[in-house]
């Protein structure tokens, strides 16, 4: 039986007159790849923000390990399971690849330095870039500076990964080479809920795919489902429009 690890129960969330998310329901279990499609403005990058709560839902609930989130005094210990990979990196300039990978450790986890010296390496290894601790990030391409950031995340060893949009920041070539610490990622067993527009990706790693419209979740199923036999003409719009450029 699949453990349920995140819910989203008739998440709404406003800004001012506009609703960019309506009724948002659905289930992550442990170890799920779920990946989330649609349009730019469908709300999909409002959902993983409110997912994290770096945007707060103007309805609904958050369900986590059993809890409402939503109606936790602190939000810190959450904030420590559910990690975010931006599309924009968000390092810090002023550290190195180490510092910043070690800095959430430190001062969150209150790790030791030399302890999370350690972590950090560990992770930075598994994502390539254990030869670049003394670097700073205007020194990385963008890939590399992706997957600092995905090493930082990982780092801090969440129950649950949030990648928003991570390679469309990224030159074609670099691409690649974030989607296959991505990939290695999902068969590790680790849960991750990503935010793309590589149809591939998917395709091919997801084991759900959610397609989001204007707010609204038309259609989730797996990958077989949705890319090979979509009920929804608006997804079947989509993926035309996507697939077949």
């Not at 800004?15 to 709300?43: A, E, M, P, W, Y």
């Not at 990224?170 to 610490?181: I, K, N, S, Y």
């Not at 077989?224 to 996507?242: A, C, V, Y």
């Amino acid at each position: 039986m699949c453990k349920q690890i995140l819910q989203f129960c008739h998440l709404g969330k406003t800004f001012g007159d506009h609703q960019v998310l309506r009724d948002i329901n659905f289930t992550v279990n442990k170890g799920d790849v779920t990946c989330i499609i649609g349009s730019s403005g469908s709300g999909k990058s409002t959902l993983l923000r409110c997912a994290n709560l770096l945007e707060t839902p103007t309805s609904g609930e958050i369900i986590f390990d059993g809890k409402n989130i939503l109606t936790e005094k602190s939000h810190s210990k959450y904030r420590q399971k559910v990690g975010m990979v931006f599309q924009s990196f968000n390092l810090f300039n002023n550290m190195n690849v180490l510092q910043n990978c070690t800095v959430g450790l430190t001062s969150v986890l209150k790790i030791k330095k030399q302890e999370a010296e350690k972590i950090a390496l560990r992770y930075l290894e598994s994502v390539g870039m254990s030869a670049y601790v003394n670097a700073r990030p205007h020194q990385l391409s963008g890939g590399q500076k992706q997957r600092v950031a995905i090493a930082r995340a990982l780092a801090m060893q969440p129950e649950v990964l949030l990648f928003d949009e991570p390679t469309s920041a990224l030159d074609p070539e670099m691409v690649g080479e974030v989607l296959t610490v991505m990939k290695d990622l999902a068969k590790s067993g680790l849960t991750m809920l990503v935010v793309t527009h590589e149809m591939a990706f998917a395709r091919d790693v997801a084991n759900k795919v959610v397609f989001m419209d204007e707010g609204v979740i038309v259609e989730e199923g797996t990958p077989e489902e949705i890319f090979q036999n979509p009920k929804e003409p608006r997804t079947r719009e989509f993926l035309s429009r996507t697939i077949n450029g």
